[in-house]
């Protein structure tokens, strides 16, 4: 504590880059999600307003302070919870996962609901979710989660070329909060994401701590991962997996007239899960991106998450410095 309260006498944000590049975090990243709207490259020598910068970096970051600005103490983030690894990856940096985790307990902290507790039977969910919806996709996932308590996020914000991972479960308090960080778009994979990650909860994989997906695999040969697949597919298509086993199917119009077939008898199914399920068992998941792009040119499913939970959180619960750290992080 001592070499840190000396060195603020003569602090530079020379010395905090250094500090916090060979700890991960690229320059041009700080600079342009970490420093504060009113920072000048005219204070760069200054110790005092460097030493002010220096918690809007921690803050907006989830970076102990003093460890910053320690020149014995290496990098630490405020991290609390104890992690289970679904698919671990030793390739998952401390960088991706301080991060994921920080604008979790954020979230959370700007949630006002009380946690619901869910039931651990996939028909009764449905059955939960289609009392207020018509149809079980992304929209009204993410809308059943935040009346449960359950607040959802979309954030791939992360420095580049940092290994990410496709969704995570983490527990504040007694509130359970997911994030997806997958880069792509379309809301039918988002959908089945989602699905995966209430699948966890629902059947009791994680009660607090942190569970992190690295790659949701449809031929996982882990228990859970297996049990929150046939969750997320039971959820998403009723008794309509591999439907269209026995079509011969040649063009996107063919899949797209054969997919509404399917939720023209059962409008609880969005289209966008039978085609995606039909390139999963077809084995041309490429061809079904296609057609769902072809469908719905512009879809964007990340937008949709992350504008409900605008709506939901309380943004007085949160100083200036991480409003607009969330804006700028969200997209919102």
């Not at 479960?169 to 359970?176: A, M, T």
């Not at 966890?200 to 992190?212: C, E, I, P, R, S």
């Not at 899960?273 to 469908?295: C, P, Q, R």
Request: negative net charge; aromatic residues 12%; glycine residues 4%.
């Amino acid at each position: 504590m001592t070499n840190t309260l000396t060195m603020t006498n003569n602090l530079t944000m020379k010395y905090i880059y250094n500090k916090i590049s060979k700890n991960g975090f690229p320059l041009s990243y700080v600079k342009e999600n970490a420093l504060p709207s009113w920072w000048d490259e005219e204070l760069d020598n200054k110790s005092m307003a460097v030493l002010e910068c220096s918690g809007y970096i921690a803050s907006r970051f989830g970076i102990d302070l003093e460890s910053l600005l320690s020149k014995d103490e290496p990098l630490r983030f405020n991290l609390r919870y104890d992690t289970k690894f679904l698919q671990r990856s030793d390739n998952i940096s401390n960088v991706v996962y301080g991060l994921a985790s920080h604008i979790a307990s954020i979230v959370a902290y700007g949630n006002e609901i009380d946690f619901a507790s869910l039931p651990n039977n996939v028909d009764e969910i449905r059955k939960e979710i289609l009392v207020n919806h018509k149809t079980i996709n992304l929209a009204s996932l993410v809308d059943y989660c935040w009346h449960k308590g359950i607040p959802v996020v979309h954030f791939n914000r992360f420095p580049k070329n940092k290994n990410k991972f496709d969704g995570m479960i983490q527990w504040h308090l007694k509130s359970p909060v997911i994030v997806i960080c997958v880069d792509y778009k379309d809301s039918a994979q988002l959908a089945f994401t989602l699905a995966h990650e209430l699948g966890h909860l629902a059947l009791g994989h994680l009660t607090q701590g942190f569970l992190m997906d690295k790659k949701i695999k449809f031929d996982s040969d882990d228990r859970e991962e297996i049990e929150a697949n046939d969750f997320a597919i039971k959820l998403l298509l009723d008794n309509c997996d591999n439907c269209l086993e026995h079509k011969k199917i040649y063009n996107n119009q063919q899949l797209i007239e054969y997919s509404q077939e399917i939720v023209s008898k059962n409008p609880t199914i969005d289209i966008s899960s039978v085609i995606l399920n039909y390139g999963w068992h077809s084995k041309n998941w490429d061809f079904a991106i296609e057609t769902l792009n072809s469908l719905y040119p512009d879809d964007n499913g990340q937008i949709l998450i992350n504008e409900y939970l605008a709506n939901q959180l309380n943004w007085d619960n949160f100083d200036d410095n991480i409003y607009e750290y969330l804006e700028k992080a969200l997209g919102v």
